[in-house]
């Protein structure tokens, strides 16, 4: 067992909740926006561990149309993606719901973070997570556990 996979399961137990009454849940699954699956590695173990369905999609497909389709409980995504860059996700993401946790991972370019910052203060966007850098194993967990829970889908318990 891989020291991701050990971690993962010392740290976390899923299980499957009600959402109750009038709360919406929303599908274990994320949605990652990318046109490069070699930065992937980490996210595709933990989700696995956890249960949680990973949708791959070009940065050129249509989001709105995904996000419709699955209900997911995150998105992912890449700053400089050729078909849709981070402020295309975010503005998408708000026109279908701005509490919808999305992760995108820039540069550490001054003028791609005031760009993010920027969209998420004019379109509202609640929950963003900027990233320099592809995330460590704990990272992507305190990001799944929170977009989890706020999606009303599962439930980590850290141990």
Not at 37 to 53: F, K, M, N, T, V
Not at 74 to 81: F, G, L, R, S
Not at 107 to 114: C, H, M, R, T, V
Request: with cysteine.
């Amino acid at each position: 067992m891989t020291f991701v996979r050990r971690m993962v399961r010392a740290q976390a137990e899923i299980r499957f909740r009600d959402p109750g009454e009038g709360i919406e849940a929303r599908e274990p699954v994320i949605v990652v926006v990318h046109d490069n699956d070699e930065r992937s590695g980490a996210l595709d173990c933990i989700c696995e561990c956890l249960g949680i369905a990973i949708e791959r999609m070009s940065s050129r497909e249509d989001l709105a149309a995904k996000l419709r389709l699955l209900n997911p409980m995150a998105v992912v995504a890449e700053m400089d993606a050729e078909g849709q860059d981070g402020c295309h996700v975010l503005i998408t993401i708000a026109e279908y719901d701005r509490a919808l946790p999305a992760l995108i991972i820039t540069n550490d370019e001054p003028a791609s973070l005031g760009a993010i910052d920027a969209v998420e203060e004019l379109w509202q966007v609640k929950t963003v997570v900027k990233w320099p850098r592809l995330l460590g194993a704990s990272e992507i967990v305190n990001f799944l556990f929170r977009a989890g829970r706020s999606g009303n889908c599962l439930r980590l318990l850290p141990v």
